[in-house]
């Protein structure tokens, strides 16, 4: 099992421009999560999913879209890139919305925006 | 709204030392509080958990005691390893079940 994967790993972007980071799972987790992390402020969550064709906002959602097309991806997009979206991204899976069920993190992607 | 407090770090300890991570929360009803680790150039990893209130939590040689009465929930080792440096995140689970972060405190530990 590989569990989480994010592509790419790190990436640069000049404002405006867009991208996509693509996060994927092996688990037949049905929840997923785009959380960013900044310096002092720990992880914020972006958006989420609660199972294929579903999304919905978390704390941060502004500048952001996401897509949950197959079970096992879920995309986050930047349409037009601005310096504050400068982060570390985390995707997150997990069974379902419980205590009981751990969220699995995959490993980043540092994104630059200058 | 729901919050985690960390103590500020980095924390730097020679190895075989006593590990304290001080987590405050405030939150509605009785969350499920967590804790992270976040080995250097990784993901965030589940260290360990407890889902009421007295409840020990416990892996690898680390501790934390859920506290109702003073709303806490601080991490423990007896003896800490060089191995164990990382990035360690306090977090609550609120009662619309997302997952709320403290801010992630370094551990540094020298041999």
């Known amino acids: 099992n590989a569990g989480v994967t994010q592509t790419p790993k790190f990436r640069v972007l000049k404002t405006g421009q867009s991208m996509t980071l693509l996060c994927a799972q092996d688990?037949?987790?049905?929840?997923m999560y785009w959380y960013r992390q900044d310096p002092g402020m720990g992880l914020r969550l972006i958006h989420y999913?609660?199972?294929?064709?579903?999304?919905a906002k978390g704390e941060v959602p502004d500048g952001y879209n996401v897509s949950r097309l197959k079970k096992q991806n879920f995309l986050l997009g930047l349409e037009s890139a601005a310096p504050s979206q400068t982060s570390v991204y985390f995707c997150?899976?997990?069974?379902?919305?419980?205590?009981?069920?751990?969220?699995?993190f995959g490993p980043g992607t540092r994104l630059t925006v200058t | 709204g729901d919050s985690v407090t960390q103590m500020e770090g980095p924390v730097t300890l020679s190895e075989e030392a006593f590990l304290t991570i001080n987590c405050t929360y405030t939150?509605?009803?009785?969350?499920?509080l967590f804790w992270y680790v976040q080995y250097p150039g990784e993901g965030l990893q589940l260290l360990l958990k407890?889902?009421?209130?007295?409840d020990k939590g416990s892996n690898k040689g680390f501790e934390a005691t859920y506290r109702k009465e003073t709303t806490s929930f601080h991490l423990e080792k007896g003896s800490v390893q060089v191995s164990d440096s990382a990035v360690y995140f306090c977090?609550?689970?609120?009662?619309?079940?997302?997952?709320?972060f403290g801010q992630g405190t370094t551990l540094q530990v020298k041999p």
């Open positions: 997150a899976s997990s069974k379902g919305g419980t205590d009981t069920y751990e969220q699995y």
């Open positions: 688990m037949n987790h049905e929840y």
């Open positions: 999913s609660v199972g294929e064709g579903t999304t």
């Open positions: 939150a509605t009803g009785y969350p499920s």
């Open positions: 407890a889902t009421k209130a007295d």
């Open positions: 977090a609550l689970k609120s009662n619309t079940g997302k997952l709320i």
